[in-house]
């Protein structure tokens, strides 16, 4: 059985920084990723990165202030976050893929998804 468990997530002023860790269960994927939904919108994509971790993929908007990375002997994925918003405020999704893409910016590419944590960012 599958599981994607996050940490991680919390309260944090305007400028700040979290790092989100998503532990599995040590089965193979093609790619992890991160998502995120803020109430009343959409989930959207925030990062992903390929098995192997040479290949990463940004949201446009996060590019710069976000770092996806993953340690396979861990068996976890993180996601560094530096200079938080408040429109940084969401749950975030761990998710986990068994297909191969030459993208993974989509949810429908993903078909695992953790519980997701809160990340609150305060102004």
């Known amino acids: 059985q599958v599981q994607l468990v996050e940490s991680g997530g919390g309260l944090v002023q305007a400028g700040g920084s979290l790092r989100l860790s998503c532990a599995t269960s040590?089965?193979?994927?093609?790619?992890m990723g991160w998502f995120r939904q803020a109430p009343g919108k959409e989930r959207e994509f925030v990062a992903a990165i390929n098995w192997i971790g040479d290949t990463t993929y940004y949201a446009d908007s996060k590019k710069g202030r976000f770092t996806i990375s993953r340690d396979n002997a861990k068996n976890t994925l993180y996601l560094q976050m530096n200079s938080l918003q408040p429109e940084d405020t969401a749950v975030y999704y761990c998710?986990?893929?068994?297909?191969?893409?030459?993208?993974?910016?989509?949810?429908?590419?993903?078909?695992?998804w953790g519980q997701g944590t809160q990340v609150t960012v305060s102004s």
């Open positions: 998710a986990a893929s068994s297909y191969y893409s030459t993208t993974y910016r989509s949810k429908n590419h993903f078909d695992y």
């Open positions: 040590g089965r193979t994927f093609s790619a």
